[in-house]
């Protein structure tokens, strides 16, 4: 006889494991299947945790260069590659682990290998030695999360021509790093090797970087990246990719058809990701999927067969951790009879370089596209007590707020903690808060979050320090 289970979770990402937990806490009997042999997901595997743990162990390889320049001498600094990977590895082991942890506390039922569709309430499991193994369920959340894509003709080797999987594991620095692509996790592995010491260039086909951002933002963040040494060539067009005995040749183009190679050691191509759908034999159950192979859901995240749901990257919407976490929480109790919900509107992404530029709702293009009147509120760094004493005060926090209502419809920072101080605005706009609310909150002194207070006074032109 077939394991029995209320519900099953294909995939243990950020939304997976998460939805399993919650469902099992709701007195559900759960199972999660996870085929990478360990659980978390890109995210805490090859994504953002140890990427997060090489863009602060490079930023403190950077500020132990500089010490001496704030009367701290001393001797020669020296970059061990192998010990900075081991203490990435360990960050992601140990939290993996935990995970692993949580499912035994709240009793649900772990299953490694790759799971699919045998029917609508039957999950074939295929182990990494193709033992293979059917479950029953009565719902299945479908949580498998997304993969990098590369560019027509380029494939990854993980050594030469890299995704951000292969950006997390490089052997040595390279002399020369080519991103493609000026999104967060190009600008993010980018100064990650910049900052060890890689002449870094980014390739991006677009006049501006990281798309849908603010673009006042925007253009400050690719200003201070300048500064930092990493050169950008905006509006090229890559049409192929070499590989040689050194490396690499990027071949491009302008946007006025002028070409342009680029020689490199790496080239890392971040030019986006796509809906990890493909092994799920979703064909088999007739699961509808979009243009993109992303799968339709309806507002309770149901497909269109009622017994199964789908969240995170493998449906609509930003490719974001938390995003997916919200989904699979709002999953777990909607099939528990109760209300989830996930509000789109105070989604915050954060890019995590130095500085950190982070921005939650509503952005002024967005605003004049819908010709809602708005005021803006806006404070820099440069005059916050705390940013200057720590000699960390490059950026500004800006907030958007109703013409009329005052309502905050959006916040757009960069600078110091950037990827912190977001939430305080975000609880804010999910009580529909107004800019005045956040001026008159004390806040404490000296902090970074005075700015975003000053940011809120500046709304009403009322801002003390500048």
Known sequence: MADKFQAVVIGGGPGGYVCAIRLAQLGIKTACIESRGSLGGTCLNVGCIPSKSLLNLSEEFHKVQNLSNKGIEIGEIKLNLPKMMKSKDKA???????????????KVTYFKGTGSFKSKNEILIKDDKNN??????????????????????IKFDEKVIVSSTGALKLENVPKKMVVVGGGYIGLEM???????????HVVEFLDHITPGMD??????????LKKQGIKF?????????????SGAVIFTSDKNGNKKDFE?????????????????????????????????????????????????????????????EDEGIAVAENIAGQSGHVNYDTIPGVIYTTPEVASIGKTEEQLKEKNIKYKIGKFSFMANSRAKAIDDAEGFVKILADEKTDKVLGAHLIGPHAGELIAEIGVAMEFGASSEDIARTCHAHPTFSEAVKEAALSVD????HS
């Open 461 to 464: 032109k009322r801002a003390i």
């Open 264 to 324: 490199c050691d790496v080239v890392l191509v971040s030019v986006g990701r796509k809906a990890n759908t493909d092994s799920l034999n979703l064909e088999k159950i007739g699961i509808d999927l979009d243009d993109r192979k992303r799968i339709k859901t309806q507002k309770n995240f149901q497909t269109n067969l009622e017994n199964i749901y789908a969240i995170g990257d493998v449906i609509a919407g930003p490719m974001l951790a938390h995003k997916a």
């Open 215 to 224: 673009r006042e933002i925007s253009n400050e963040f690719m200003k201070i």
């Open 132 to 153: 293979e193994l059917v479950i029953q369920t009565e719902k299945t959340i479908i949580a498998t999360g997304s993969m990098p894509v590369s560019l027509p003709g």
């Open 233 to 245: 060539h905006m509006q090229h067009k890559v049409e192929s990719v070499k590989k040689n005995k």
């Open 92 to 106: 992601v082991t140990i939290l993996t682990k935990g995970v692993e942890f949580l499912f035994k506390k709240n």
């Open 190 to 200: 980018g100064s990650v090797w910049s900052r060890l010491g890689a002449e870094v």
